[in-house]
């Protein structure tokens, strides 16, 4: 079974940093878009910051040149350093991931995302 399981997450002060992990078993990260979403309460969740097999990123208005999304293929995992951060990122914060996807038009869309971590709490203060 295809599990994905983040960490990292805490309560910073703002203009902070914050690293968060995505540890991907059962799946390879090749050939996969693979990245982060976030949901404050009572918003909708959207998408953060994404990764095709590629290497390619991208990044949504609010968090760009702020936040850098990575991963590493030998140890299956994802990341997202997360710098000078705001109130306005609190929020939970879920990796996903998407088998055969590209990472192009519409990376945003959750409904693109097969699987789904259980979320980790970033709390900018």
């Known amino acids: 079974d295809v599990q994905l399981v983040e960490s990292g997450g805490a309560s910073v002060q703002a203009g902070g940093s914050l690293m968060l992990s995505c540890s991907i078993s059962g799946m390879t990260i090749d050939n996969v878009c693979i990245g982060w979403f976030r949901q404050a309460p009572g918003k909708q969740r959207e998408g953060v910051a994404v990764?095709?097999?590629?290497?390619?990123?991208t990044y949504s208005d609010s968090v760009q040149g702020r936040f850098i999304i990575s991963n590493d293929p030998y140890k299956n995992t994802l990341y997202l350093q997360m710098n000078s951060l705001e109130p306005e990122d609190t929020a939970m914060y879920y990796c996903?991931?998407?088998?055969?996807?590209?990472?192009?038009?519409?990376?945003?869309?959750?409904?693109?995302?097969?699987?789904w971590g259980q979320g980790t709490q970033v709390t900018g203060s």
């Open positions: 996903a991931a998407a088998p055969g996807y590209r990472c192009n038009g519409g990376w945003f869309y959750s409904v693109k995302y097969n699987y």
């Open positions: 990764i095709a097999s590629a290497g390619t990123t």
